[in-house]
């Protein structure tokens, strides 16, 4: 027996109101005008987001979007990482999937291309671990920022990889 399923590869992204953003203080607009730039870089988007009636007119994908209406009762940085566990979770017809920040990313080329089963990608910074925003902004951290000041810094905002290997972050 050999189950048959079209796979999917998809792009999950997370836009969550209400409470703060960690790094910006301030929670987002109930307006997806900031997801516009990714929705229109990417064949197939889910948009996982807790406002009530969104007005997806501005977004033109280039070939699907799927809006899913969510809870968000938690800080939006750690809602955004359990909601899309869940959604992984339901939908196993996925094959690759990247989690991305909703509002600063947008895919330059096809995301899917030169994937490989069983490898994770993430993004980076042209920066270092010690670099003074790191410094400034996670003090609690020190003892790891210290001895690994030199390493590039990983950008947890663009993860990919596939469905199994994703649920297991």
């Known amino acids: 027996y050999v189950e048959y399923r079209a796979v999917r ?8 109101v209400g409470q703060p953003d960690p790094q910006r203080t301030k929670p987002y607009p109930a307006d997806l005008k900031a997801v516009a730039p990714l ?7 889910v ?3 807790n406002i009530a009636a969104p007005d997806t007119t ?3 994908p280039s070939a699907s979007l799927e809006v899913v209406p969510v809870d968000a009762p938690l800080v939006a940085y750690q809602q ?15 094959r690759y999937a990247w ?13 899917f291309a030169a994937m490989q089963p069983g ?12 670099c003074q925003w790191i410094r400034d902004n996670s003090p609690e951290r ?28």
Do not use: K
């Open 39 to 45: 929705a229109g870089s990417v064949r197939d988007l």
């Open 99 to 111: 989690l991305v920040d909703a509002t600063d990313v947008t895919m330059l080329n096809d995301p």
């Open 9 to 16: 590869d998809v792009v999950v992204t997370s836009y969550l």
């Open 47 to 49: 948009l996982l987001t």
């Open 142 to 169: 020190i003892t790891f920022v210290d001895p690994m000041q030199s390493a590039m810094l990983l950008n947890c905002g663009v993860l990919g990889g596939d469905r199994v290997s994703l649920m297991w972050l």
């Open 80 to 94: 955004r990482w359990l909601n899309e566990f869940r959604w992984l979770r339901d939908h196993p017809e996925v």
């Open 58 to 60: 501005m977004l033109t």
């Open 119 to 130: 490898t994770r990608y993430c993004g980076w910074e042209p920066r270092t671990v010690g």
